[in-house]
């Protein structure tokens, strides 16, 4: 690896966050088409060592370094805060597909359980509530638009959120129907 390439992997490593292309090239000083091969080339090393950490370009020509989402679920109560429950993880889908959306409404479609949700998914930055009346105005962050690999407009975002609701319940659908391993002889 060169220099360049080692300072863009160590401007990723200690942000913790997206970072702009322009960002990324005035830290070495480069254009922004020289650091975007350079990434491409970080990108492609990580890949390569198949390791923990991925080097991910995001919309809006950002990058950043993240744990592969496969290892989550092993590490995640590693992870500081610790990960969202799946009732939590329900409700921000929820707020994402319907935003901008009072907390009021998702109060009454979802339950009065949801404001220990909303606490933790703003303390978490995945969401902001702006006072709106006696309620709040719930939205997405460009943080949960990046952890979860989202464009963070709104109407793209609901779009890939959707794709992806509508193959994890085809996956699960297929997973259940197909004979598992020893289910073979259950079946005769």
């Known amino acids: ?107 009454a479609q979802r339950g009065t359980h949801i404001y220990e949700h909303i606490r933790d998914l703003v303390e978490k930055k995945f969401v902001d509530a702006v006072p709106e009346g006696r309620s709040k105005l719930l939205t997405t962050t460009q943080l949960f638009a990046d952890y979860f690999g989202l464009d963070n407009d709104r109407v793209k975002l609901k779009a890939q959120l959707k794709f992806k609701l509508k193959k994890i319940v085809e996956d699960q659908h297929e997973a259940e129907s197909a004979p598992g391993i020893g289910q073979e002889n259950m079946l005769d």
């Open 1 to 107: 690896m060169n220099d360049d390439m080692i300072t863009l992997e160590a401007a990723l490593y200690v942000s913790g966050r997206a970072l702009t292309l322009e960002e990324l090239a005035d830290i070495i000083g480069k254009s922004q088409s020289t650091a975007q091969k350079i990434l491409d080339n970080l990108s492609f090393e990580y890949n390569k060592r198949e390791g923990a950490l991925e080097v991910v370009a995001l919309p809006k020509d950002r990058y950043a370094m993240q744990l592969r989402p496969e290892l989550t679920p092993l590490v995640g109560k590693l992870i500081p805060g610790g990960l969202l429950s799946f009732a939590t993880l329900q409700t921000l889908v929820f707020i994402a597909l319907k935003q901008p959306i009072l907390q009021s409404d998702v109060v």
